[in-house]
T-cell receptor
């Protein structure tokens, strides 16, 4: 159990367009999902915490109007990168937290975004 | 402010020997610690966790040790196998509810290479 999927796995888009990334918990309900970003050879940086049915909580320095997060159900959260620019190119990873044990997060396979 | 540090960027071990990966933290509010394994362009895979009320947790070849007074934890892999070669991240979480609940803070990662 504890499988998390992400779609798409890779996306290339033109500068100025928007891209939506989906994160799904396949075999459990996740009241909380997290979105991370990883730069090459660096650690995972938490961008925002997504709670089902409420507004996402963004980390300091993350533009909420640029990275729109929607957690519409207990198994789905989406991250939309609006008006993407080349500096938004990165590896985006989501995770989902089970109810118990509540600290353990299970990660999706990640999405490689390239903005040209 | 790096609250979770993995000071060894890389570790090389012979197959069959023990791999010891270290992690230090500074935030005394952390009460749950996790180890993840990650391959390039994939999401992290959960390995093992430990609560601050314990000093050791074992799961097969993986054992995590926690020294709260030293704010130090380590992951032991015995015996090491070539398939264990990956990047290992330690992560920490603080309880107590509020906006910090369940958020993971990651170390920088240690690249483990197990030679046949």
């Amino acid at each position: 159990g504890a499988v998390v999927s992400q779609h798409p796995s890779r996306v290339i888009c033109k500068s100025g367009t928007s891209v939506k990334i989906e994160c799904r918990s396949l075999d459990f309900q996740a009241t909380t999902m997290f979105w991370y970003r990883q730069f090459p050879k660096q650690s995972l940086m938490l961008m925002a915490t997504s709670n089902e049915g409420s507004k996402a909580t963004y980390e300091q320095g993350v533009e909420k109007d640029k990275f729109l997060i929607n957690h519409a159900s207990l198994t789905l959260s989406t991250l939309t990168v609006t008006s993407a620019h080349p500096e938004d190119s990165s590896f985006y990873i989501c995770s989902a937290r089970r109810l118990l044990p509540f600290y353990e997060q299970y990660f999706g396979p990640g999405t490689r975004l390239t903005v040209t | 402010d790096q609250q979770v540090k993995q000071n060894s960027p890389s570790l090389s071990v012979q197959e069959g020997r023990i791999s010891i990966l270290n992690c230090d933290y500074t935030n005394s509010m952390f009460d749950y610690f996790l180890w993840y394994k990650k391959y390039p362009a994939e999401g992290p895979t959960f390995l093992i966790s430990i609560s601050s009320i314990k000093d050791k947790n074992e799961d097969g070849r993986f054992t995590v040790f926690l020294n709260k007074s030293a704010k130090h934890l380590s992951l032991h892999i015995v015996p090491s196998q070539p398939g264990d070669s990956a990047v290992y991240f330690c992560a920490a979480s603080a309880g107590g509810g509020g906006t910090s609940y369940g958020k993971l803070t990651f170390g920088q990662g240690t690249i483990l290479t197990v030679h046949p």
